[in-house]
Every structure is written in C-alpha cells, then in structure tokens.
C-alpha cells in the first residue's frame, strides 16, 4: 500500500485567490509610490508654484487681460506655445497712454461740445490716430517699443481704437506689428460730472477736470503695471486722441530722465497740454494728482483752472517743471477741430492729410467749424 508523501505540495500551499489579492496589493503599491514621487512634499515648493500662480493672475488682471472664451474646440499645440511665449515676452521700453473724451465738430464754432452730444460728428480717430501712430510711434522705435493704455469717455469707441491702433492682445498673438495694450477702460463721464461739484464749472472748466481725471487714471494704472513688471518705461507719453500731428515727437530729445521735468507741446510759457512726457516715478505721481487738484472747491492751491495754464501751476506745487518740445501747436500739431483756425495748418488744403486718411467730405466737415452760422 502507498503511503502519503508527508512533505506540502507547492501548488497547494496557497489558494488561487490569495495569489491574485497579492498581485493586486502589488500593483497598488506601486501606483501609490508613483504618485508620491510626482507630488511636490516640500512646503517651499507648494508655496512657490502657489506664488506664480498668483502672480501671473495679478499680472494678467492690472494689463486688462482676460483668458478668451473657451469654445467646443479646444487650443491647439500652437496656440498653446504661442501664448506661453506671449506670457514671457518682454513688455515694451516706452508707454503710450491716450486720454480723454474725443471732441465732437461743431459747425460755427470751435469751441467743445459735450462728447455725448450726438448732433455734432465725432472728430474721425482713422485719420487722428494715424497720425499719432506715424509721428508718436513709428519713430520711436515701432510699436514692439510701446505698451499701450487707453482711458476714454467714448465708450462707443472701444472698437474704433483697436482697429485704428491695429491693437493686438497680448494673450491672443505677440506680433511686433501691433501695439500692445495693457490696460483699457471706456467710461461715461457723467456721474463724475455731477461728483465733481460742478455747479461751479463752466463747460470749459469741466473739459479740463474731466481731462484731468482721465490723465489720473491711466498714470496710477501705469504706476501699477511697472510695479508688476519690476522695471520702469523709459519714456511715458499722455497724449490726446484727437489730434492731427504733422511732426515727429522725438523721445531722444533732452531733457532725459530727469525727476523734476515733463515735456510738453511748445505752447508758450510751456503751457502746452496736447501731450505730456514723463520719464521718472516722480512724474506719474504728479500726474496721478490732477484729479485731485482739479477739485477747486476743496484744493486751494488751484485758484482758477484755466487751459493752458492751471497744469503748469499745478505741476510746479508740485516741484516739477513743464518744459517745451519742439512741436508747435498750430502748425505741427493741433486739435482737428481747430484746423481751420490755424492758418498755417489749414492753407495746406486737404491733399496735405490724404496720407493720414482725409477726405473730401473730412475736409468740408472740419471747414464747417469755422465757418459762420
């Protein structure tokens, strides 16, 4: 009779099921491992790639940028490399700033209408702001020079700049042939027209504080944005959207980056007020007070506010001084309103602006201004 092997079967040992709970418990252990090793465990790391995060947020939020809507289609490999190299582009040296409301023209007078008052044409920003990019821009080393930032009181005219200005969005392509905006805000002035104490404005004085408002805004928005940037422009122009320019404004003009000095159209008495250069923080603060300033019911340093006169003023309570350019309103720049009553500009008949974009009917219009009722 056989007798039973007294030593275990291996294959016996261990049930089927044992060896497959096994191999699960493997299989996990692994995965869990992984994960670990993918995981940042320091808290420095954490905290970083938490502080880029923020920062890019803050970044994208202080330029205007908003994230494009997400269609059914997501980005391509392209499009997403495009807008990581956009992200890490260097911003331009210089900034442009275009302020204010944009002047209607009224037949018979040269004086300004409300910018809401819509039976008077508004002054044409493709002729305007042509010229502003081919004697601001283009000779100052071309809009991959130039950040841009816009604060108008026209908020039917958003789409007017961006076409004008040929404005690309920094998020959306990092092209050097357009202008770059950083920061835009359209507004209507009327509520701040009735905060401002205007039962003492006349309608002129009120253009002015509204000016003045408008030039705050956009100087504590560029403030901010340098901050974020870590890095100063080296030039900072203010200039308004309505007028006709004929020469070029040189930024390598002195006086350079000096604290105490902002470059100004050559009006007499340095009272010029078409545009203003800044190259020091100490400039945009400046600017960023007029609003402030402008309010001659509670600020009396300001006695009366006058144009061409109260900024000057102003600018020198504030130890600044306003310094001429080379550029003579009146026969290189002028409000296009106003370009009938400026002889030298207005002799030059209508073929001296077909570059900017004039026509005929352009020219009647801005003819009509000066011609008697």
């Not at 699960?24 to 790639?49: D, G, K, M, R, Y």
């Not at 190299?85 to 009224?106: E, M, T």
């Not at 402008?294 to 061409?308: N, S, W, Y």
């Amino acid at each position: 009779m056989l007798q039973k092997d007294p030593r275990p079967n291996p294959t016996s040992c261990c049930p089927k099921s044992d060896i497959s709970q096994r191999a699960i418990h493997i299989i996990l252990a692994v995965i869990v491992v992984a994960l670990i090793i993918q995981t940042p465990t320091n808290s420095e790391e954490l905290e970083h790639h938490g502080a880029v995060a923020h920062i890019r947020k803050e970044d994208d939020k202080t330029r205007g940028v908003t994230e494009p809507k997400r269609s059914g289609t997501p980005p391509t490999n392209s499009e997403a490399s495009q807008a990581t190299a956009c992200k890490q582009q260097p911003r331009g040296r210089y900034a442009i700033c275009i302020f204010g409301g944009v002047s209607r023209l009224k037949p018979g007078s040269v004086e300004p209408a409300e910018v809401w008052d819509e039976k008077y044409i508004i002054t044409p920003l493709r002729i305007t702001l042509r010229s502003v990019l081919r004697h601001v821009v283009d000779p100052n080393g071309g809009p991959e020079a130039f950040d841009l930032y816009i604060h108008s009181w026209m908020q039917e005219l958003r789409e007017d700049y961006h076409s004008y200005l040929n404005i690309s969005q920094p998020h959306l392509t990092c092209t050097n042939k357009n202008l770059r905006v950083v920061w835009e805000d359209y507004e209507n002035n009327k509520p701040f027209k009735s905060a401002y104490h205007t039962h003492n404005f006349n309608h002129t004085i009120w253009a002015q504080v509204s000016m003045a408002i408008s030039l705050s805004k956009l100087s504590m928005r560029v403030l901010q944005h340098e901050i974020v940037r870590e890095q100063p422009y080296e030039r900072v122009i203010f200039i308004r959207p309505d007028l006709i320019l004929l020469k070029d404004v040189d930024f390598g003009l002195p006086p350079v980056p000096q604290d105490d000095i902002i470059r100004v159209d050559r009006h007499p008495h340095s009272r010029g007020d078409f545009y203003f250069i800044t190259s020091s923080r100490k400039g945009l603060e400046a600017i960023s007070r007029l609003h402030y300033d402008a309010q001659v019911t509670r600020d009396p340093l300001v006695a009366k506010i006058e144009p061409h006169k109260w900024i000057p003023d102003v600018l020198r309570i504030h130890n600044m001084t306003a310094v001429m350019d080379k550029v003579l309103p009146g026969r290189d720049i002028e409000v296009f309103r106003k370009i009938c009553n400026s002889p030298a500009m207005f002799n030059l008949g209508v073929e001296a602006y077909r570059e900017y974009g004039m026509t005929d009917e352009d020219w009647r219009a801005v003819s009509a201004v000066c011609r008697s009722k």
